[in-house]
C-alpha cells in the first residue's frame, strides 16, 4: 500500500496505518539522524520526536504524496533545533575532531584495525562538513533522494544543493587525504 | 560546452541524473580533458569511500497507540453508565454527596459501636462501647482534706494581710513623724527670723530717736548760745 493511501486512512481514522508508515519509515529516519550526529541516542531521539511531530501535524499535509519528504523536512528541522539547542557542545566536539588524526599504513596483520579506524574517521569526517553540505551530502549519497526531492525539503533551488553537494565532496577528499583514507584501507576484510 | 558546463553536470551525471544526450556529451567532452576526467574520478571515489560508512539501526520499534475511544468509554461498561447515572456530575455536587456520604457512614459507626458525645467541663468527650460510671458528690477523706486546705489557704492569707498591714502602718508613723519635725524646724526659723527682723526694727528706731535727740539738743543749744 502506498504512503498516500496509509496516510489517508489515518485522516479517516485508522490509526494502526500510522503504525504501518512508521514501520515502514523508521530505519531511514534514524540511520539519517545517526550518520548527521554520529550518536545512536540522538538519533533515537530525533526519531521518536519526527513521528511523534508527523503524528499531530499529519492533518496539515497538503500532498499526502509527498509524505516521505515532508518526513525528511521534520527530521531535518529538528536536528538544526538540536544543533541550536546543544550547539556549544556539538561544536566542541566537532573543533576536537579537526586535529587531523595519524593513521599509518602498518603491517596486513594490522589491516581490520585500520579499517576499523578508517570507518570512523570516515564519519568524523562527515561530521566536519558544514551543517548544510552535510545534510545535503547524507541525503543524497545515504537515502537515495533526487536533487529535486532535497531541492523541496531544504527549500532551496536545485542548483544550490547540487552546489553544495559538489563542495562536500571536494571538502570530503581533500580530508580523506589529508587522513590517509583511500580505498586500499577498506580493501582488508 | 565549457568546462564550467561540464562541472555543473557533474552532480547530475555522478548520480545518475543526467539524460541519456547531456551523458553522451559530457562523457565525449570529458575524455578530451584530462583535468576534468581526473576531477571526476576524485568525485567517484569520494564517493565510492562514503558508501562504507558503517550505520546502526534503531534498537526498538515505535508505536503509536491509539487513544480511547470516547463512545466505548460510555456504552462499554455498565458500572460508568450507573455511577454517572447516581452520581452529580458538578463538582459541588460530589462535594455535598461526599459530606453526606461521610455523615451517614458516621452515624452508622456510631450506631454499631455504642459510641457517645457529650461536652463537659473539661472539652467535648466521644467514646465508643460502655460508658463508666461518672461519680457524683465527695468522700469524707476528700471533705477533709478540702477544709484542711482552705484553713491553711486562709490561715496564710490572714497572717500575710496582718504583716502587710503592720508595715503599712510603719511607713504611715515614720512619715507622720518625719512631716511633724519638718514642720517644727519650719515653725521654728520663721519665729527666729520674726524675732530678728523685730530686734532689727527697735534698733533702728532707737537710732532715729537718738539722732532726733541730739539734733533737738543742737538746736536749743544753738538758741541758748545765740541768744
Known sequence: MEDAQLVQDFLGGNHQAFNVLIKRWQDKIHHFAYRYFASSDDAAEI???????AYQKL?????????????????????????????????????????????????PADGKLIRNEALVLLHKALLQLPNDQRMVVIMKEYEGLTFREIAEILDESENTIKSRMYNGLRALKKTFDSWNINKEVFSYD | MTKDDARNLFMDYLYGELDAELTRNLELFIS?????????????????????????????????????????????????????????????????????TFVFLFFMMGAFTNMNFSVGDGGVNLTFGEVAPVQTGYTAAQVEMIINQVQQENAQLI?????????????????TLSTFAQYFDDQRESDLELFNYSLTSLEETTYNRFQQTDQVLGEIIQTVSTN
Request: aromatic share 8%; charged share 25%; proline share 4%.
Open chain 2, 159 to 175: 497572717n500575710e494581710y496582718v504583716l502587710a498591714a503592720q508595715e503599712q502602718q510603719e511607713v504611715q508613723f515614720q512619715q
Open chain 2, 32 to 100: 578530451k580533458h584530462e583535468d576534468l576526467k581526473q576531477e571526476f574520478e576524485e568525485l567517484s571515489g569520494t564517493r565510492s569511500l562514503l558508501q562504507h560508512l558503517p550505520v546502526q539501526s534503531p534498537v526498538e520499534q515505535l508505536v503509536i497507540m491509539e487513544p480511547e475511544k470516547e463512545s466505548a468509554k460510555t456504552s462499554g461498561n455498565w458500572w460508568s453508565t450507573l455511577t454517572s447515572l447516581l452520581l452529580p456530575q458538578s463538582s459541588f455536587g460530589r462535594t455535598g454527596f461526599a459530606m453526606a
Open chain 1, 59 to 107: 492533518n496539515t499535509l497538503e500532498d499526502t504524496s509527498k509524505f516521505g519528504s515532508w518526513l525528511y523536512r521534520i527530521a531535518n528541522n529538528l536536528c538544526l533545533d538540536e544543533l541550536k539547542r546543544a550547539g556549544r557542545k556539538k561544536s566542541t566536539s566537532l573543533e576536537a575532531l579537526k586535529t587531523a588524526p595519524q593513521t599509518e599504513m602498518a603491517s
Open chain 1, 47 to 53: 526519531t521518536q520526536k519526527t513521528f511523534i511531530k
